[in-house]
């Protein structure tokens, strides 16, 4: 078959449910995948005909998209900053905001004010739920003299990870706990103090679950994604008891954050005796990121 003509049928089997700009993108994101095509292959070769075991796995994945299942989920890759993550349903799909978060923390690097790649002695990271491992990965790859440490409470997840850690050729320690136990500090077994933490916890209330599109809620971990209503910010308060503890003196916390609970998030790092909050918004213009810089010891 024509590969032009395989491109109309994608179109027709998935205009209804998603833009056409969109479907234009899964077809040529597919064809990339698949068939080591560049994307502009169609302008330069109207007429390639591919053969059966060709066309065979851009259909299988037409057939998942008409389901809605996430096109990283059926390539099992995902792109962040400028590398390729394995990800499957164990793992949130990286999305840009995250990217700006991990920015945010590298201008910071760069900026007069800190003098993170200056520091003769190594600099030490955590990243809490670190899901498929980008933020880490990221902050290793671009800050090498750091030492980067990465704690989820999903087996699962850590497994892609460790993956993701070992195809983009860094080093980080993994740790499997919940922040949220209680005895979380006695089961480390070991003491450190960081010099940065960086966190995107699950923020989603359950109330906001109508407005999640398909994709998404059907699909990708819910432990990852949802918090209850009663309590929706629970994770960062367990975070910010965790960091003014494990911070050392000016360090810094950086968190991505519920849109919708900008204000009471940085009000709860306020309550726990943060200073210098700073809340900015995304490429959206939403509210996203919060960054504050921990209080004395004592406070």
């Not at 945010?104 to 003098?115: A, G, N, P």
């Not at 499997?176 to 103090?193: A, K, M, T, V």
């Not at 509210?287 to 004592?298: C, I, S, Y």
């Amino acid at each position: 078959m024509l590969l032009r003509e395989i491109k109309n049928i994608f179109h027709t089997e998935l205009d209804a449910l998603f833009p056409k700009e969109e479907v234009d993108a899964f077809f040529y994101r597919c064809v990339e995948h698949y068939l080591q095509l560049e994307r502009f292959v169609l302008a330069v070769r109207p007429e390639l005909t591919l053969t059966k075991e060709e066309e065979q796995p851009l259909f299988e994945a037409l057939s998942q998209l008409k389901q809605q299942r996430p096109l990283q989920y059926i390539l099992g890759v995902a792109h962040f900053m400028d590398f390729e993550l394995k990800v499957n349903e164990n793992v949130l799909i990286p999305r840009p905001e995250t990217e700006e978060l991990v920015q945010w923390i590298l201008d910071d690097t760069e900026s007069q004010k800190s003098d993170i790649r200056n520091q003769k002695s190594e600099v030490t990271i955590l990243d809490i739920g670190t899901g498929s491992g980008c933020i880490a990965i990221a902050l290793a790859k671009y800050l090498p003299q750091a030492k980067v440490y990465a704690l989820d409470v999903s087996e699962e997840a850590l497994e892609v990870a460790k993956e993701n850690t070992k195809n983009n050729q860094v080093d980080i320690t993994f740790i499997q706990q919940d922040i949220l136990n209680p005895e979380l500090e006695l089961e480390l077994g070991f003491e450190l103090e960081f010099d940065l933490i960086v966190s995107n916890p699950p923020y989603v209330r359950e109330l906001e679950k109508s407005k999640i599109k398909k994709n998404v809620k059907e699909y990708e971990p819910h432990a990852a994604l949802f918090v209850p209503d009663k309590d929706s910010l629970l994770f960062y308060r367990a975070i910010a008891q965790f960091s003014k503890r494990h911070l050392k003196k000016k360090g810094s916390l950086y968190l991505e954050i519920n849109q919708y609970l900008g204000v009471e998030t940085k009000g709860l790092l306020k309550a726990h005796n943060f200073s210098e909050i700073e809340l900015r918004k995304d490429l959206f213009g939403n509210d996203r990121m919060l960054k504050a810089t921990v209080p004395l010891k004592g406070l």
